[in-house]
């Protein structure tokens, strides 16, 4: 059930932030696989059915906070937290404005959505938290 819900939202986190690989549920998949190849057997076995739900769970919505609607992303980038991102990468934001100014629209427009993606990024944990409790408060 936790992989349905998340599923529509895990697949349009690459649509966002067009720089990341995929990270639709695939991805979480492949970290539960890479999980259960890097531990120990003992431990592996040592886990309760709980436990494994938990981690298998993690691994699904650990980057359930990377997500942005659309209403989400505008408020992020009228936000001054947002703002005071920009003036702190201001070489960044030239570099941009330089490359629009070459007509190079793509590489601006991948400076920008890295710039988006890094304060996304650091703030994903809490952004996640408060994923989970609104996607899953009625379930």
């Given amino acids: 059930m ?11 986190i690459s649509f966002t932030f067009r720089q990341f690989t995929q990270h639709d549920i695939s991805h979480s998949f492949n970290l539960i696989a890479l ?27 650990h980057d359930s906070g990377m997500y942005l609607s659309d209403g989400e992303k505008q408020s992020i980038l ?17 570099a941009a404005e ?19 993606a890094e304060f996304v990024h650091r703030r994903h944990t809490e952004r996640s938290r408060r994923f989970i409790e609104t996607q899953f408060a009625t379930h």
């Fill in 98 to 116: 330089a490359a629009l100014s070459k007509r190079k629209v793509v590489e601006a427009a991948l400076i920008e959505d890295a710039l988006l």
């Fill in 78 to 94: 009228g936000s001054a937290a947002y703002q005071d991102h920009l003036a702190e990468n201001s070489e960044r934001i030239t």
């Fill in 2 to 12: 936790v992989a349905q819900l998340a599923e529509p939202f895990l697949a349009r």
């Fill in 35 to 61: 999980l259960g190849r890097m531990l120990p057997r003992d431990a592996l076995e040592s886990l309760n059915a709980l436990e494994l739900a938990l981690a298998m769970m993690s691994a699904i919505l």
